[in-house]
């Protein structure tokens, strides 16, 4: 496609936007009860929240451990609706959210993901060593995130909400097909971050994502993207450790780092994992 066509086919989509509402079958209907009352949240603005956009960034990390507690539909609800505010290739809207909490289906979506997740995790665990170095040192980050990732695979059974994200596709897969999905991730992250709630995207579905699409009911030529995870957390954000800016930044060419690409005072920072690959991901840039 060029960049013209490109160009035509955003407008297109755009210009339908003013009438969604009214086109795209289903969407309004569903949200009118049987009654023809529109359901009470449809009255209720998203909540405010107190943490600043930027901080929020900053301090979105991935929440693997939850308290015992549903997510209330108003917090699913703003999530949601976070996601599906982010921006998709010609403003397509290609995803749905499948959002799973109780009921005999989310049962056993869980458990077959929490089953997936413990096969998936023992083989990492053993892969990227992390009993081995400074993973023998339980106060080390490597013997945290172990267990971080224990607990989480044991509470994936029973986890308050599971949300698969899936891409409809409109075309033949193209590498570059996730890109229209996984901004709304990311906004639905920290939308739950701002509720006061966190989550985590895993891959965890890929050993059973037949049983899950059948389960599911998913299209056979729709991606299932992603398995995320959602409560309130144990223990609470905190800062997001990434390597130094000056690592990620380059100035007009390939290699050459700019003055300014300093970090913010009390940037708190770590390698670039897993454990062992760090140096897979130096740039020219480095010493
Ligand atoms: C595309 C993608 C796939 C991921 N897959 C997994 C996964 O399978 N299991 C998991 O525990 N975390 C997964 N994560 C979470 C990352 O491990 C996490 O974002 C990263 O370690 C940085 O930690 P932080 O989010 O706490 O800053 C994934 C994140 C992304 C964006």
Redesign the pocket.
């Known amino acids: 496609m060029t960049d013209g066509e490109h160009l035509a086919d955003a407008e297109s989509a755009n210009a339908g936007s003013t009438d969604a509402k009214s086109t795209d079958a289903g969407s309004t209907a569903d949200s009118v009860a049987a009654d023809g009352a529109a359901h009470p949240l449809a009255h209720i603005p998203v909540a405010a929240d107190t943490v600043g956009l930027l901080e929020g960034i900053a301090s979105?990390?991935?929440?693997?451990r939850y308290r015992d507690e549903p997510v209330p539909e108003d917090v699913l609800r703003d999530i949601c609706f976070a996601a599906s505010r982010a921006p998709t290739g010609s403003n397509r809207q290609p995803f749905r959210l499948i959002v799973l909490t109780d009921g005999p289906v989310a049962a056993e979506a869980k458990r077959l993901v929490a089953d997936a997740?413990a096969r998936?995790?023992r083989a990492k665990r053993h892969h990227d060593g992390y009993e081995a170095g400074s993973g023998s040192d339980d106060n080390s980050p490597k013997a945290r995130m172990a267990r971080s990732?224990d607990e989480?695979i044991s509470g994936l059974a029973t986890v308050p909400a599971l949300i698969f994200p899936v891409l409809l596709r409109h075309r033949e897969p193209t590498e570059t097909e996730?890109s229209s999905i996984?901004p709304a991730?990311?906004n639905l992250l920290l939308a739950a971050r701002g509720r006061g709630y966190g989550g985590?995207?895993?891959?965890?579905h890929l050993p059973v994502e037949v049983d899950l699409r059948n389960l599911l009911q998913i299209p056979d030529d729709a991606l299932l993207a992603?398995?995320v995870t959602v409560g309130k957390p144990v223990g609470g954000h905190g800062p997001?450790?990434?390597r130094p800016l000056d690592h990620f930044v380059f100035d007009g060419r390939w290699g050459s780092t700019p003055a300014w690409a300093v970090d913010p005072p009390n940037t708190s920072h770590t390698s670039a994992?897993p454990p062992g690959t760090d140096r897979r991901n130096r740039s020219s840039a480095d010493t």
Request: hydrophobic residues 50%.
């Open positions: 979105t990390r991935s929440i693997r997740a998936l995790w990732m989480h996730g996984y991730m990311q985590v995207v895993a891959m965890w992603a398995t997001v450790r990434r994992g």
